[in-house]
């Protein structure tokens, strides 16, 4: 059965067409430094944004019209999602997909129950996958949407919810096994507290310490070899999460010596929550050697909470690809759109025009970068700027050959201290040709 009647395979038409359903950047073949697009960009479908996704908000019930809506039996819907994922899939050309385990396969009334139901579906992904060209990026569980994890999961109160969340997520590195995934992501949804009036904060954040060192000698076990990705978000369902941002979580991980077992799965809507740049949170993990793989979205300027708009924002892709390029990509990572289509573009054919946009944003974000590192823009910007650190007494300051006395001497001997423009508006507009250029064709 084909599930979207109205979609063609979607093709690359140029920066001039105005087909909805055609891309206008995105040349999955065309050869930037040395690889196509495809290999750079990785793109990944989220299935539960796309395929589970009722569009509902807290003042409104769901809006979304979906092919599979009149099927009532949840199995028999859950069979039918994988056929209209995997049509999706190929109509979009993309080499991925992501998921949470009950995104794939309904709940049943018990833990058993569940995972018959998940083997079920697991093994038509597996078949389908065997015929596709797409991939598993990454899976996990949800650990926090049912009642059961009320108080958090990993870092619940209940040892009994503890057992239960360490037997999905072991029974997810299963499935990540089976399936190939190229990663296994934790993202701790209760993993937080909403008081420190009833909260012992050192006895749950040592639990999720053990948690991940007991999920890890797992995968040793069984023989997983995809890479760990551990995902920040600072807020929202808890009043402050364990993994607020990265540098919060890269903290957690040194103290629990886990830094050299995960890297990040960072999305830019938890970035921008957390108060920070996309690119702030992409950089710390780079030059931390952390980077993992990107939950690629962005959220919405006027609103506290988690949009995940599809990416559309041009400078926001061009500084991400540029840390991602700096990066030297994104290895078994990929760029995933953990992104919804807004709750007015309820329309079947509303996920492949979304879809695009993002796809189109970010190969621009690819070819913009590219041309800026091959030409040193923001290296030689940089170079200049701390220019002071090359010579003399900064030299001496990098190489450690100096001291407090030898500072104090050298400042006393100053006659004045001159510093610098930092011509930031000079360097944004510099960008902005960048971006102008590439959208010309230059």
Known sequence: ???????????????????????????????????????????????????????????????????????????????????????????????YFAFHDVDIAPEGESLKETFENMDIIVDLIKEKMETSKTKLLWNTVNNF???????????SNNADVFA?????????????????????VFWGGREGYESLLNTDMGLEVDNLGRFFHMAIDYASKIGYEGQFLIEPKP?????????????????????????DKLKFNIEANHATLAGHSFEHELRYARINKMLGSVDANQ????????????????????????????NGG???GGLNFDSKVRRTSFEPEDLFRAHIVGMDSFALGLKVAHKMIEENVFEN??????????????????????????????????????????????????????????????
């Open 330 to 332: 994104l290895e078994k």
């Open 1 to 95: 059965m084909e599930y979207f009647t109205n979609v063609k395979k979607v093709k690359y038409e140029g920066i001039d067409s105005k087909n909805p359903l055609a891309f206008k950047i995105y040349n999955a073949e065309e050869i930037i430094g040395g690889k196509t697009m495809e290999e750079h960009l990785k793109f990944s479908v989220a299935y539960w944004h796309t395929f589970a996704e009722e569009l509902t908000d807290p003042f409104g019930s769901g809006t979304a019209i979906r092919p599979w809506d009149n099927i009532t039996d949840p199995m028999e819907k859950a069979k039918a999602k994988v056929e209209a994922a995997f049509e999706l899939f190929d109509k979009l050309n993309v080499p």
């Open 235 to 259: 807020k929202e369902p808890t009043s402050h999460q364990y993994d607020f941002d990265v540098a919060t979580t890269h903290a957690f991980l040194q103290k629990y010596n886990l830094d």
């Open 381 to 442: 910007i940089i170079d200049k700027r701390y220019k002071s650190f090359n010579e003399g007494i900064g030299k001496d300051i990098v190489e450690g050959n100096t001291d407090f006395d030898k500072l104090t001497e050298h400042a006393l001997n100053l006659k004045e201290v001159k510093n610098e423009s930092g011509q930031l508006e000079v360097i944004k507009g510099v960008l902005n040709q960048y971006i102008l250029q590439a959208l010309s064709g230059k």
């Open 299 to 326: 959220g919405h300027p006027l609103l506290g909470w988690d949009t995940d708009e599809f990416p559309s924002d041009m400078y926001a892709t061009t500084l991400a690809m540029y840390e991602i390029l700096k």
């Open 145 to 155: 949407s049912h009642p059961r994890f009320v108080h958090g999961a990993a870092s």
């Open 164 to 184: 239960y969340a360490a037997a999905k997520v072991k029974k997810g590195l299963e499935v990540g096994k089976k399936l190939g995934s190229q990663s296994y």
